[in-house]
C-alpha cells in the first residue's frame, strides 16, 4: 500500500446485475489483494478506498456506520467519491471500532444504475 490506511478496488456486477461484486488491493495496479475486514491504523483518522485499475464499475460513494449504533444517515455517514474516484471514510483516533461500510457505484461514463457493494467492514486496530 502506497499508505497503510489507503485500499483500491475493483468492481463489477455481481449475477443477477443488482449488487456490485468487489475485490479489494493495496495498490492501484490491483496485484497485491486483500482480505476484509480492512485494517487502518488507529491514529489514521480515516480509510481511504479508491477505485483500482480494471475496474467495471465507477466508484461514486459511500454509506458507513458504526457498528452497534443506531442505525441512520445523514451527511457524517455519506461521503460522494472525488472526481478521482476516492472516498473517505472516517474513523475516530481515540477509541477502537467496526465500521460497516457499502460502496456505492454505477455504470462508467453515464449513471443509468447504482450498485451498492456487499458490506465490506473497517477496523482502526492492527489485525
Known sequence: M????TYYVQARTDELGIFASCRYFSDYAATQPVETPLWVPPDAGSCLIAQAEGSELALIGS??????????????????ASDDGLVTVSMPTTSTVTK????LFSDPQTVTMIYP??????????P
Open 2 to 5: 502506497s499508505d497503510n490506511n
Open 100 to 103: 460497516g461500510v457499502v460502496l
Open 63 to 80: 454509506v458507513f456506520k458504526t457498528l452497534g449504533q443506531a442505525p441512520s444517515l445523514n451527511i457524517s455517514n455519506y461521503c460522494p
Open 117 to 126: 457493494s456487499k458490506d465490506p467492514q473497517i477496523i482502526n486496530t492492527p
